[in-house]
C-alpha cells in the first residue's frame, strides 16, 4: 500500500554551543488520503519540528535533517524523498500539494500586508491567477472558513481581526490550492472552545470532502478523540506508542501514554477523583538518559530501560494486516504498537 506520506527513521538535530539537540530522533509514521493521524505530547517532545522537517523549513544553521526519509506520494505517483528534493522543488510543493496551518496566526501572518495581498501571492505563485480571479477565489475562500463579510475582510490588515478570524484567513490560506496534505500544528490554541469546534469541523469537512490526508498536532487529547483516526505519541524526540485512535484512548499501553490520560478531566468522572500528574520534567534534549527517555520519570522502570530504547511491540493486530500475521512481522496500517520494555517487565512480575 501506497501512503501519501510516509516517514521513515526522521532524525533531525540542532547543533548549538551547549550541544547537539535531538529534536526529532528516529520517528517513523504515515498518512493515508483521507485519514487524520494526531502527533500529541508535551511542549518540546519534538511534534512542531517533525512537521517543519517535512515542510523543510528547518532554519540551517543551527538545524539539519541527519537522516531518515520523507516520502510523499502526489496525485498517486511514485513516492518522492523530500529529504533529498531541491529548494526549487521545494517551493513547488509547499503551500500547493502540502500545506501548513502554523501554530501562531499573528506571527504567520505578515502585519504590513493585507489579506489580500497575502491570499492572491499563493494563487499568482502556484495557480496563476491573477487580478480579479484571483480575487473571487480569494474571497470565496473566506467565505467557506466562515468570515463574517468576506468581501469587505478581504482588504484588512491581520491586527484588525480576531484570533480566531485570523486562524480561519490561516486555514483559508491552506487550503487555496486544494492541497493533498495539510499539517495543522495547534491550529486550536488559545482559541474559545466555540471557534476550535468550528476550526476542527471545516478541518473534517475538507477530509471528507477532498480526501485532503491531516497530520494534526497538538497537546490537547480532546481534539485528537474527536478528529483523528489514528495517534502517534511523542516524548523527547521519539514516537512512543501509535496505533488507532480508539485502541490508543481505550488501551493506552506506554507508561508515558497511560500518565497524558490520568492527567486530563473527563466529564464522565466522578468528581472526586483527583488528577494524576505526571511526576518530573521532560529531559533536556542535549543530554538524553540513557536507555528510554522517558525511565527517569517511569514508577515501572526496569534495568532494561537504562540499557536501550525499546524496539516497536505489536500489542494489537490491525484488520488492514495480511490474514497469516504469524508470518509477516511487518507492522500494519491499523496496528497498535509500542516502545515500552512492558514484556520484559511482565516476565519479572510472573517470576
Known amino acids: 500500500m501506497t501512503h501519501l506520506l510516509e516517514v521513515k ?36 517532545s519534538g511534534k512542531s519540528v517533525s512537521s517543519l522537517s517535512t515542510m523543510r523549513l528547518i532554519p540551517e544553521p543551527p ?3 541527519v537522516a531518515g526519509e520523507i516520502l510523499f506520494s502526489s496525485k498517486g505517483g511514485p513516492p518522492k524523498d523530500l529529504v533529498r528534493a531541491s529548494e526549487r522543488e ?27 495581498r497575502q491570499l492572491t501571492e499563493v494563487l499568482e505563485l502556484h495557480k496563476n491567477m491573477k487580478g480579479s480571479e484571483a480575487r473571487a ?22 491586527h484588525q481581526l480576531s484570533g480566531g478570524m485570523r486562524q480561519r484567513v490561516m ?10 496534505l495539510l499539517i495543522a500544528d495547534e491550529p486550536t490554541t488559545a482559541l474559545d472552545v466555540t471557534i476550535q469546534a468550528q476550526i476542527l469541523e ?45 485502541r490508543i484512548f481505550e488501551d493506552p499501553r506506554h507508561p508515558y501514554t497511560v500518565g497524558l490520560a490520568r492527567s486530563i478531566p473527563r466529564l464522565d468522572d466522578d468528581r472526586s477523583r483527583r488528577l494524576v500528574p505526571i511526576q518530573g520534567m521532560p529531559p533536556s534534549l542535549s543530554k538524553l538518559p540513557s536507555g528510554c527517555p522517558f525511565r527517569p520519570r517511569c ?5 532494561a530501560c ?3 530504547f525499546p524496539a516497536e511491540r505489536v500489542v494489537a493486530r490491525g484488520d488492514e494486516t495480511r490474514a497469516d500475521a504469524s508470518r509477516d512481522p511487518a507492522i500494519g496500517v491499523g496496528d497498535h504498537v509500542v516502545f515500552c520494555h512492558e514484556e520484559d517487565k511482565d516476565k519479572v512480575q510472573a517470576s
Open 171 to 180: 486555514i483559508a490560506m491552506a487550503l487555496l490550492c486544494d492541497p493533498e
Open 202 to 246: 471545516l478541518i473534517a469537512e475538507r477530509r471528507d470532502l477532498s480526501k485532503v490526508g491531516v497530520v494534526l498536532i497538538t497537546h490537547d487529547l480532546g481534539v485528537v478523540a474527536r478528529l483523528a483516526d489514528r495517534v502517534a505519541v511523542m516524548y523527547a524526540g521519539r514516537i512512543v506508542e501509535q496505533g488507532p485512535a480508539q
Open 90 to 116: 521545494m517551493q513547488s510543493i509547499r503551500g500547493d500539494r502540502i500545506a501548513m496551518i502554523f501554530q501562531d496566526p499573528m506571527t504567520s501572518l505578515n502585519p504590513y500586508l493585507r489579506i489580500s
Open 137 to 158: 477565489r480569494g474571497i470565496e475562500m473566506l467565505t467557506s472558513v466562515g468570515i463574517p463579510d468576506p468581501s469587505r475582510r478581504f482588504d484588512d490588515y491581520p
Open 9 to 44: 527513521g526522521l532524525k533531525t538535530h540542532f547543533f548549538t554551543e551547549e550541544g547537539v539537540v535531538r529534536a526529532v530522533d528516529g520517528v517513523s509514521y504515515h498518512v493515508s488520503r483521507g485519514e487524520v493521524l494526531g502527533i500529541v505530547g508535551e511542549s518540546g
Open 299 to 303: 514508577k515501572n522502570a526496569l534495568p
Open 63 to 65: 538545524g539539519r535533517i
Open 306 to 308: 537504562a540499557e536501550s
